[in-house]
């Protein structure tokens, strides 16, 4: 059961990366769509918002009267309100294309895990209320369609012996039909949405800098693209509900109705308790296997000055900024939530006193992981570059959730993993290439615009920008230093830009450093690291 | 730099998008019903006899219920079940017996079912059995209809207008 979980994640994940390496080509790491599923349902959720209010200024809540302020709506006005009810049809479909598929990539992803659980968790109701709301939606224009799901919906309600009486019966004959529980379908298609809108901000709220905006280039492509669909292929009803009639055929909408015709073909009750487990099974996948956890942060007052560098860079919420406990004349201290932690280390790449220059006996940063600790780091640094020989000798440092670094033998390369490539503070490349001990460095983890961990990749470019403490030094020359975002399936890539980061380097004047060390001072260093 | 390539590539990409979401929007169509067929749907809510009579109480058994309880009968609060046929030109087409509902058994039956029925001519006989007797109905009603094609024909009941209703 188990094996088969990960080997299905990672297959998944594997047929997502090629994938996405397509639309990598085409929009670009950042402007990929499937690196902003979760902005993108935000963003298709405010436009099934704003195009609704517009639609609801124009609908009449009265059943007899709904169906002909809709052909209002579709026909006389087709060039605004016509043009927002396409809006709000296609955006909500959508919206369903964009989650489903924001699911199943955050499950091969694997972040669904572990201190991770809370966003999975939350967002098994979001798929409830997204599927309510638009079946709702559906039946509030009191067309063919409407009468289909109106008459399919309670009879499958019907089937849960929860009601005493039939629902269903309301829409026997057009003499039985009601005013009253149609305006009860008004009101609940616009609560559910309300509530839906609550839980998607539960839904975020251990992320630090949620992505709940796509960037705007992909937002006017998307709304290019509505708008074009909406003039070239309008929402439009499908004949006034009689319930005289039978609707023996019915253009159903597949994203929202795909289950419908199954009740055709198996009783309600089943159908029900299908989906009763299959939320069942939902909320306990974080724990089919559970993330086996590794050791948290833990923060060392003695080397905190309480400067909340760690806090702003976690990406998960997981540090906070407490009184001091400890008497130093300092205001505030780190603190870990051991809940939410996810051991990615980006906070120890954070701490101002993570720095190697520091020698062996003192490296101990404010904030650290105890398994993988930043002196430990130093050390394997240090023998790494020790082994290297020859021209362009490069550290690679790669991040454990992207691509695997075994292929990279050559006697001038050394390769190093690290939790994320954000855990890695910038003083090291500092301290590796100022002091001569390679002439290169190359990072490497995830896909660009997709960083396991959030958000370590855009930590890093700021950090190696100069935009974000800790900042990396200018003296360090960035021709000395390359990045690589290959993810799992970019074995070659990273090949080929060692490659081209080597040929660049070789091509290199030698290094004009500031403190050139000797070659005994240099022995010297190194012996008094082991 | 955007390339004019990947612009295309965009636009490609949304294109496909966008002409995925308005084909699935409406389509493919589905065949709920038989478009040819015609519908007979029997629904109604009843509340048949009570299992017993009422029994008188006497003065002392009054005189012993708590005074806000105090009634002269009493009444077993059970009901019978009721008993449903439906008959399409002399052939059976549902016999079905209905529980009461609640929980002491003392709510309405309630019927929900449809039937799909060739479209013409038909004889139709509706009968229901809401009483202690073993033998026979307490209504029942017949009409000579005709069905179109998509037609729903609905069967209700209201004791109260004497019987079945036929719609
Ligand atoms: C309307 C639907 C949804 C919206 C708008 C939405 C939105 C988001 C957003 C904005 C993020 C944060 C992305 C980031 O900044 O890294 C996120 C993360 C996530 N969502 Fe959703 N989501 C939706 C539905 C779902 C559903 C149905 C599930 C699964 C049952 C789900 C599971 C997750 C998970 C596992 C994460 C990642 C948590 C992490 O990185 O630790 N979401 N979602
Ligand atoms: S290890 Fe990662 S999740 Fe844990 S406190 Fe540090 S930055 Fe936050
Ligand atoms: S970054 Fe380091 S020094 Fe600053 S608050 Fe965090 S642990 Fe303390």
């Known amino acids: 059961m188990t094996d088969y979980v990960i080997s299905l994640r990672r297959s998944g994940r594997y047929a997502f990366e090629w994938l996405e390496r397509g639309f990598d080509a085409m929009f670009g790491p950042s402007w990929n769509p499937f690196h902003q599923l979760g902005a993108l349902g935000w963003f298709f959720y405010w436009i099934v918002v704003v195009s609704g209010l517009y639609l609801f200024i124009f609908f009449d809540t009265g059943i007899t009267a709904a169906y002909g302020s809709v052909e209002y709506i579709t026909n006389v006005q087709w060039y605004a309100a016509g043009v927002m009810r396409s809006f709000h049809r296609y955006a909500s479909d959508a919206l369903v294309v964009v989650m489903m598929t924001h699911l199943l990539r955050e499950f091969v992803m694997d972040r669904y895990r572990g201190p991770r659980f809370f966003a999975w968790i939350t967002g098994t109701p979001i798929l409830w209320f997204v599927y309510a709301s638009g079946i709702t939606g559906y039946w509030l224009v009191w067309d063919k369609l409407a009468q289909y799901v109106a008459i399919a919906t309670t009879e499958w309600l019907d089937s849960l012996p929860i009601f005493g009486q039939s629902i269903a019966r309301n829409f026997l004959h057009e003499t039985t039909l009601s005013n009253r529980f149609f305006t009860l379908m008004v009101f609940i298609h616009i609560a559910v949405p309300l509530i839906l809108l609550f839980i998607m901000w539960i839904h975020i709220q251990r992320h630090t800098h949620p992505r709940v905006n796509p960037p705007i280039g992909l937002a006017v492509g998307v709304l290019a693209m509505l708008l074009v669909l909406s003039l070239v292929h309008p929402a439009i009803s499908q004949g006034p509900a009689n319930l005289n009639t039978v609707t023996a055929i019915v253009n159903l909408d597949w994203f929202y109705l795909p289950v419908y015709p199954l009740l055709d073909h198996i009783p309600g009750a089943l159908l029900w308790a299908a989906f009763g487990a299959a939320t069942l099974l939902l909320l306990l996948t974080p724990w089919l296997p559970p993330k086996r956890r590794r050791p948290i942060a833990t923060v060392d007052l003695e080397n905190c000055n309480g400067c909340g560098r760690c806090v702003a860079d976690c990406p998960f919420s997981a540090v906070v900024l407490g009184p001091r406990t400890d008497g130093k004349p300092f205001t505030h201290e780190a603190v870990v939530n051991t809940k939410l932690c996810t051991s990615c280390g980006i906070c120890a790449g954070a701490c101002p006193t993570a720095t190697p220059f520091r020698r062996a006996s003192e490296l101990a940063p404010g904030i650290d992981l105890p398994h993988v600790p930043v002196r430990e780091l130093r050390e394997r640094t240090l023998a790494a570059c020790r082994a290297l020989s020859g021209e362009a000798r490069v550290i690679v440092y790669g991040c454990e959730a992207g691509v695997s670094l075994s292929c990279l033998s050559a006697p001038g390369v050394a390769a190093l993993p690290l939790p994320c490539s954000a855990a890695l503070p910038p003083a090291f490349l500092d301290f590796i290439i100022t002091r001569n001990y390679a002439d290169g460095v190359l990072l490497t983890g995830c896909c660009e615009g997709d960083c396991f961990y959030r958000l370590g990749i855009r930590w890093t470019r700021e950090r190696f920008a100069g935009e974000r403490d800790p900042r990396l030094r200018a003296r360090v020359p960035r021709e000395r230093i390359a990045t690589c975002w290959a993810g799992i399936t970019g074995s070659a890539s990273l090949e080929q830009s060692l490659h081209a980061f080597r040929a660049k380097l070789k091509a290199l004047a030698p290094l004009e450093r500031r403190t050139p060390l000797s070659s005994q001072r240099l022995t010297e260093q190194a012996s008094s690291n082991d | ?167």
């Open chain 2, 1 to 167: 730099m955007i390339k004019p390539l990947n612009l295309i590539g965009q636009a490609i990409a949304y294109a496909a998008f966008g002409a995925m979401l308005g084909y699935f929007s409406a389509a493919p169509a589905y065949v709920y019903r038989d478009p040819n067929m015609a519908q007979i749907k029997i629904s109604f809510s009843h509340a048949a006899q009570r299992v017993g009579e009422c029994r008188r109480l006497s003065a002392e058994e009054i005189a012993k219920l708590a005074p806000n309880m105090r009634r002269p009968l009493d009444c077993p609060r059970g009901r019978l079940p009721i008993l449903i046929e439906l008959e399409l030109d002399n052939q059976p087409l549902y016999r079905g017996e209905l529980p009461p509902t609640g929980l002491a058994r003392d709510g309405s039956a309630t019927i929900y079912q449809r039937f799909p029925v060739t479209t013409g001519k038909h004889h139709l006989v509706a009968r229901l059995r809401d009483s202690k007797r073993t033998t026979g109905f307490d209504y029942e009603s017949a009409a000579d209809v005709e069905l179109a094609p998509q037609q729903n024909f609905v069967i209700e009941f209201r004791a109260e207008t004497g019987g079945f209703i036929f719609k």
